[in-house]
């Protein structure tokens, strides 16, 4: 049966269905807007004090085996749609996976959008951790940003209201809202020349991540100066396994699911490179990878 053909809003939902790595434990409820107006009206009618999570491709989370006891929005296949605006500018809503957006921006004669062909995500998740990667990093082509509030309110935001850094955004005035569109800004450019770019920089990925097998991407930030995947190497942690779970022997910065993983292994081989890591090198790897729920 096909996603499409499944009820919109369903209960103990396995989100293993819907996270890269194909593990963990069930949403208490879950739903899937046919767009916008739709999760407006969703949102305004949900308990204020629902917990909520926001998920695109969910390839950036781990959902642990004792489930999220709340409501899981999925906006893939939802909240979709690219439009284009004078000077070079992009509106995407957040289900759109962002190598759309590069190979969009590369056909409408755009530059500078080539890396995010390598970003596994959607335009949601890259608005919410600033994510990035060969050069270029997400919010510095953001010129504004539509956000919805839990009552279903929309709000539109410029770049000055957010705290950005490395693979990290946050509001500067404490509020509860998640992205649901973005205006991005890019230079001219040359639609063969960045569809070769494109494709050498997806071609650098195959050949040095493990994308035969379920993984979250990059596991955890790059401390400054220094990268995880080295740290985590010179640990001789590359083949650890727990359970199901095994550090990439490809690529150390990445944990494979290499058959039956549970999100309680994940999560404990994530623990355990930690550890010895800083037990090591004196260097404390901070997670790229959200994990939300209830242990089992």
């Not at 590359?238 to 022997?249: D, E, L, Y």
Request: glycine residues 12%; charged residues 20%; contains cysteine.
């Amino acid at each position: 049966m096909l996603m499409s053909d499944l009820p919109r809003l369903r209960h103990d939902e396995p989100m293993s269905r819907h996270v890269s790595w194909r593990a963990g434990g069930v949403a208490r409820t879950f739903y899937q807007p046919t767009g916008l107006e739709d999760l407006c009206a969703f949102l305004a009618k949900c308990s204020p004090d629902e917990p909520l999570l926001f998920v695109g491709l969910g390839s950036n989370l781990l959902v642990r085996d004792g489930g999220f006891r709340g409501t899981v929005i999925l906006t893939h296949h939802a909240l979709m749609g690219i439009t284009i605006e004078p000077g070079l500018r992009f509106t995407a809503l957040a289900g759109v996976p962002t190598p759309h957006l590069a190979r969009h921006v590369a056909k409408h004669g755009g530059g500078g959008a080539e890396w995010m062909a390598g970003v596994p995500g959607t335009i949601g998740g890259a608005l919410a951790m600033n994510a990035g990667c060969y050069g270029g990093e997400t919010w510095n082509h953001v010129v504004s940003v539509r956000t919805v509030d839990r009552f279903g309110v929309l709000h539109e935001r410029g770049p000055e209201e957010f705290e950005v850094a490395y693979r990290h955004v946050a509001p500067r005035s404490p509020r509860e809202e998640w992205f649901v569109a973005a205006t991005f800004a890019f230079t001219p450019g040359d639609e063969v020349a960045s569809m070769a770019t494109m494709k050498a920089l997806l071609q650098r990925r195959v050949a040095s991540q493990p994308l035969n097998q379920p993984n979250a991407g990059s596991v955890f930030r790059n401390p400054p100066g220094d990268h995880a995947a080295r740290l985590i190497e010179s640990c001789g942690l590359k083949g650890c396994t727990i359970g199901g779970a095994q550090v990439s022997p490809r690529h150390a910065n990445f944990i494979v699911n290499v058959g039956g993983a549970t999100a309680a292994d994940l999560e404990e081989l994530i623990d355990d490179v930690q550890a010895e890591v800083f037990g090591s090198t004196g260097v404390e790897l901070v997670r790229e990878v959200r994990i939300v729920g209830e242990p089992v």
